[in-house]
């Protein structure tokens, strides 16, 4: 419980701090970058509560994600509803997408589950880029709300995403140190083990995969109002799926504070590429980079650290 109450602290504490800086004057790109970079924390840390904690390693990120932002546009031009319930309803129609294909697809295991993951982020593209209603293939164009908090939406944005940020590592965290966590790691090293010895698996992967799902679809939803403009393409981008799958591994996927350090400085690195050389050259610092942590350091920075230290 002590624990706990220090969490929530430090949870509010970073809220509070988020909010602080969007009251001074700074240069609008900072914001844009600070809300790339926590959402980058979010969808760390929802990959890693099936593909690290479980060991189920998940392609169809950008289907979860891109789930919670047209869920968002579809409640934009049908009601106007407020971002709130954009972010509820976005992690709410993702996480069921997350239960039912997790009870279609987690019998299946090692690289089939994640050419099925992969497989369900293809067709949900095609389906997007048919319905005319949220622009198809050709895209549409959304309009902020007028008069927004802190004088400017990109701030309001950023805010809005270091809460989020905070509520998914905190999930993840709770996760990591109750029964679940500990019945996820038993099936990812051992499920056959993990079954005889009476853990509910199927159980415990469709929790996981529902609630993967939730956060992504979360870190979904405001992505509409953050890039003003969404299509097929930008919304399930390949980018997703590699730094999903990059960020927690470089970090270690072993506890909830790798993605977080992962997503920290593969976001920083991306922004600074961005700006100083091409947005093109993302994809290859994220590749080289999990090249050589593969090689070097297999178990992320913790376990990097762990190792200096047992010696």
């Avoid at 904690?53 to 407020?82: C, E, H, R």
């Amino acid at each position: 419980m002590r624990r706990t109450g220090w969490a929530l602290a430090v949870g509010m504490a970073v809220i509070l701090a988020g909010i602080g800086v969007a009251s001074l004057r700074m240069n609008p790109y900072l914001y844009f970058a600070g809300y790339v970079i926590l959402q980058y924390i979010v969808i760390a840390t929802a990959w890693n509560i099936l593909g690290g904690y479980g060991g189920y390693v998940n392609f169809g990120t950008p289907a979860f994600f891109a789930m919670g932002a047209y869920t968002a546009v579809f409640l934009i031009l049908s009601v106007k509803a407020p971002l709130a319930v954009q972010i509820l309803a976005g992690g709410f129609v993702a996480a069921l997408l997350g239960l039912g294909i997790g009870y279609l697809t987690l019998r299946l295991r090692g690289v089939f589950f994640s050419i099925a993951t992969l497989a369900l982020a293809v067709v949900l593209q095609t389906v997007i880029m048919n319905w005319d209603f949220v622009g198809g293939s050709r895209g549409l164009s959304v309009i902020r709300p007028s008069g927004p908090p802190f004088g400017s939406y990109v701030k309001f944005l950023f805010t809005v995403m270091v809460g989020l940020a905070v509520g998914a590592v905190m999930i993840a965290r709770f996760i990591e140190q109750s029964w679940i966590g500990r019945g996820l790691a038993a099936l990812r090293d051992n499920e056959e083990a993990a079954e005889c010895m009476g853990v509910p698996t199927l159980r415990l992967k469709l929790f996981a995969t529902t609630v993967s799902g939730f956060l992504l679809g979360v870190a979904g939803a405001p992505f509409p109002y953050y890039v003003t403009f969404i299509e097929p393409n930008s919304a399930f981008a390949l980018d997703y799926a590699v730094n999903a799958l990059a960020m927690p591994m470089i970090g270690g996927t072993t506890s909830w504070v790798g993605p977080v350090i992962g997503a920290v400085l593969l976001g920083t690195a991306s922004q600074v590429a961005t700006v100083t050389i091409s947005s093109e050259m993302n994809l290859f610092i994220v590749g080289v980079v999990l090249v050589l942590f593969v090689v070097l350091a297999p178990e992320g920075i913790l376990g990097l650290v762990r190792r200096l230290r047992g010696r």
